[in-house]
Every structure is written in structure tokens, then in C-alpha cells.
């Protein structure tokens, strides 16, 4: 089975501070992907990647950065945590570009 | 961008068929219908994915009609434990992709 691993279910963190959100999948998948969920929002994506190195900003990128410097891992990084940017994230991954997505757990992080 | 709408909740017995419909007036050319289940405190997990007319796996079928302006996710003979919430996602599998709000299916005994 595919296993998609993120580094923290629950992170507080405070206003201002670098975090740091790592995704981690054991399957070989060319594309690895953040989102974030919000109620009432859905899920919203943030980053993707498709390659080592490379990456694409999703709908919403703003306060966000990603880093992918092995295939396996998708970091996600925010600068300057603000309190706007309390919600659930979640990271995935896929073989191919059309293919079925496979989700980590997600990780619920705070900004207070 | 093709943007997803679809029902908040729906209510339904153990036994009985499910439909839940995805409105996406605007999909592309390019764009696959997937349709995803989320439990609480869990990532959603794949169910179905099409492009047009009908598929069907072991658990759903996906019915998208000829203009794929929607698409509904049919769970037959549901119980208890499809108690979840229900995303559609309409997308090319790279930046261009929509999760709808999703549905929260409620089966009742």
C-alpha cells in the first residue's frame, strides 16, 4: 500500500515564527501536492510538484513556500506564521498526472 | 477553472442508494472527474475517477452525462459505516484542479 507520512498531526506555533510541514511518500510518485482544508472551503490547493526541484503555485500560494529537493519528500514552508493560516494540511501524491491522489493524515496546525 | 458545487449534507437509510451530484459548468477539455471519501481525522481517500459517461469499481459508479457539465457519484445499498464527507474534484492533475466544498452523507439505522 502507498503510504503518504506528514511530520506532526498537531502543531501550535506562534505568530511570526518558520515552520516547517514535511510530507513524505514511499512509492516512487512523480507528483506530490499540499493542500489546505478549511469548513464550509473544502480543500484548496496550495503547491504541487511534479519533479525534483520543481514545483507550481496551486490556487492560493500566498504566504507559502514549498521546497522538493528529493522525490520522496514535499516540504511546505511558512516565512512568517499568521493567525490566518490556523487550518488543517494536508499533503499528497500520485503516479501519474491524472491519477488518483493518496492523502496523508493531515497535520492541524495553530497560529496563535 | 472549473468551479465545483455540490450539495452540503444529505441524510440516507442503511440499504439504500445514494446519488450525490458535482455541478462544474466550466470544465475543461482536459479536465477528469474523481470523487474522494474523508472520515474525521483522516486524509480523503480515492473512490472513482471518469471523464465521461459511466464507470463503475467495486464500491460506486460515477454517471457523467455527454455535456460533463456534473457529474453524480452513486453509492448502492449504503450502510453505517459510509458515514462520511464526499468530495468531487474536477481537474487536469496539476494546478488547475477544484475540490468541491463537499457532502456530508449521514446513513441513519
Known amino acids: 500500500d502507498v503510504k503518504v507520512t506528514q511530520s506532526s498531526r498537531y502543531l501550535v506555533k506562534r505568530t511570526g515564527e518558520k515552520v516547517f510541514l514535511e510530507c513524505v511518500q514511499d512509492m516512487d510518485h512523480e507528483n506530490m501536492f499540499w493542500y489546505r482544508q478549511d469548513p464550509g472551503l473544502g480543500l484548496r490547493l496550495i503547491y504541487f510538484?511534479?519533479?525534483?526541484?520543481?514545483?507550481e503555485k496551486g490556487d492560493i500560494p500566498e504566504g507559502y513556500s514549498v521546497s522538493r529537493e528529493k522525490k520522496e519528500r514535499f516540504s511546505l514552508i511558512l516565512e512568517s506564521a499568521s493567525t490566518n493560516q490556523t487550518s488543517m494540511y494536508l499533503c499528497?501524491?500520485?503516479?501519474?498526472?491524472?491519477?488518483?491522489?493518496?492523502f496523508g493524515p493531515g497535520t492541524r496546525l495553530t497560529v496563535l | 477553472l472549473a468551479k465545483t458545487t455540490q450539495p452540503i449534507s444529505m441524510d440516507s437509510y442503511e440499504g439504500q442508494e445514494v446519488n450525490i451530484t458535482c455541478s462544474h459548468n466550466n470544465i475543461a477539455t482536459n479536465d477528469y472527474i474523481t470523487w474522494y471519501q474523508q472520515f474525521p481525522s483522516q486524509g480523503p481517500r480515492f473512490i472513482i475517477q471518469g471523464y465521461k459517461t459511466k464507470v463503475t469499481n467495486e464500491v460506486a459508479s460515477l454517471f457523467i452525462p455527454a455535456d460533463r457539465k456534473s457529474s453524480t457519484l452513486s453509492l448502492p445499498r449504503v450502510s453505517l459505516s459510509d458515514t462520511a464527507v464526499y468530495y468531487c474534484l474536477v481537474g487536469d492533475g496539476r494546478g488547475d484542479m477544484r475540490f468541491g466544498a463537499g457532502t456530508r452523507l449521514t446513513v441513519k439505522p
Open positions: 510538484s511534479y519533479d525534483v526541484k520543481m514545483k
Open positions: 499528497a501524491s500520485s503516479f501519474f498526472r491524472n491519477n488518483e491522489q493518496f
